[in-house]
């Protein structure tokens, strides 16, 4: 072996698998091998299945948001009437609803009626928002008119209300049933205010995947909320709708354009970004110590390669006198250490996506073995973990492992090609 040889040659392959094989009485390094390859694997498996299981839930909670909720709220400021009352309804919203809708970017426009009020059935109660909005507008909104799951016909919505699946389960109500709805703000009398009672139909049911808007919203007939909330000619505020939610920073100036000189804006960013940022914050921090993980279970290559370089060290000596040039010895224990983390990597790239994709059903196997009740809706939100199985995070994981793995192996494999073949055979 005189002549020079091509990098990465066929015998430095076939070395390097022989050693790859190396059987238990001759220093145990396999039984290395094995081990460093499971932490590799493991350490990706992670990596792909905490990074899907985030992605999952920032997108879920997103939709959620942006399925259900208006992206942009358009409001007055409070300003003092002529018999000296401070109020902040738009009395001209139609006319304001034109020039909105008018606005490029924008999909739809609907005035609403809001107010909070106690829902009392079957001897129970429950606080709820109150929607007033019109059945046309109401047919808009996806995780309404195509939700989760429901109960009842939307198309009768002007008979009745529609109320979320939470407060049907706390007032113990299905469609059909009767609710009364008790305002404080109600009819005025010459000695003062009395409460409103009205009862009304429940057509409809919803579950729109959020549990704090199932557990407390209810849609009225903007008419007929009018009357019940005393908004005679007027409404409360604007939804408004756009076709790139993700881009609402860039339509705020013409939108307050449009809502005219004492028009306010709340945007869907306002009343979740502090969460979307934390959980932004989370992500990077989940990064950083699962790269610590991949790379405590990359360094079990290192100490795998360190024992076969001195368990190996007769050999080298033998191949170095033969004419084996330091390159070549330097490979070959390069794709030793290089071949366990490109199979670690593999292998824990195939679990964490068959994590993500069956995400479900090993959400299911958990929940039961630990007698249910894993996942509180209450606290996080949503009903279910969700995964997104990304090509981005996929890659990220494959390239941080397969990069120190790489890296790692590079100080013993330069180890070995620089080990004298005279020290090392001097004892044979």
Same mark, same amino acid.
């Given at each position: 072996?005189?002549?020079? /040889? ?11 698998? =022989? ?13 290395? /091998? ?15 299945? /905490? ?33 000296? /009352? ?82 049907? =389960? ?76 993700? =881009? ?46 991949? @790379? ?57 996506? @068959? ?70 055979? =001097?004892?044979?």
């Amino acid at each position: 072996m005189t002549g020079r /040889t091509p990098p990465f040659a066929g015998f430095e392959w076939m070395i390097a698998w =022989r050693y790859l094989r190396a059987r238990r009485a001759e220093g145990g390094v396999s039984v290395m /091998t094995l081990i460093s390859f499971i932490g590799i694997t493991l350490a990706v498996f992670a990596l792909i299945a /905490t990074l899907s299981v985030r992605a999952g839930f920032r997108a879920e909670f997103v939709d959620t948001i942006l399925g259900a909720n208006a992206h942009v709220t358009i409001y007055n400021a409070v300003h003092v009437t002529e018999t000296g /009352t401070a109020t902040r309804v738009i009395e001209d919203y139609a006319d304001m609803a034109a020039r909105v809708a008018a606005v490029p970017g924008v999909t739809r426009v609907a005035p609403l009626i809001k107010g909070q009020v106690m829902a009392s059935a079957n001897g129970g109660a429950a606080g709820v928002e109150v929607f007033g909005i019109e059945k046309e507008n109401l047919l808009t909104i996806p995780r309404i008119v195509d939700p989760e799951d429901s109960l009842g016909d939307i198309m009768r919505f002007e008979d009745g209300i529609a109320i979320g699946s939470g407060v049907a =389960r706390e007032l113990g109500v299905v469609t059909g049933d009767m609710v009364r709805l008790i305002s404080p703000e109600g009819a005025r009398t010459a000695f003062g205010t009395s409460p409103r009672v009205s009862a009304f139909e429940v057509v409809y049911i919803f579950t729109a995947g959020r549990y704090d808007i199932d557990r407390t919203r209810v849609y009225m007939p903007f008419e007929e909320a009018q009357i019940y909330f005393n908004r005679d000619g007027v409404a409360d505020e604007l939804e408004v709708m756009v076709a790139n939610p993700e =881009r609402i920073d860039a339509m705020y100036s013409a939108l307050l354009r449009a809502g005219g000189e004492r028009a306010l804006l709340w945007t869907w960013r306002d009343s979740s970004g502090a969460f979307l940022r934390a959980l932004d914050v989370e992500d990077n921090v989940m990064f950083v110590i699962l790269s610590i993980l991949v @790379l405590i279970a990359a360094m079990n290559i290192i100490s795998g390669l360190i024992m076969l370089v001195k368990n190996k060290g007769r050999d080298i000596g033998i191949l170095r006198t033969m004419g084996l040039t330091e390159g070549a010895v330097m490979r070959v224990f390069f794709i030793c250490g290089a071949a366990v983390g490109v199979a670690g990597t593999v292998f824990g790239v195939i679990l964490g996506c @068959l994590f993500a994709i069956y995400i479900d059903q090993v959400f299911s196997f958990v929940n039961y073995m630990a007698g249910g009740g894993v996942w509180d809706p209450s606290i996080r939100g949503i009903y279910n973990l969700p995964a997104l199985l990304r090509a981005e995070d996929v890659a990220k994981a494959v390239g941080l492992s397969l990069g120190l793995s790489f890296v790692v192996t590079i100080l013993p494999a330069r180890r070995a090609a620089r080990m004298n073949p005279v020290e090392a055979l =001097r004892y044979e």
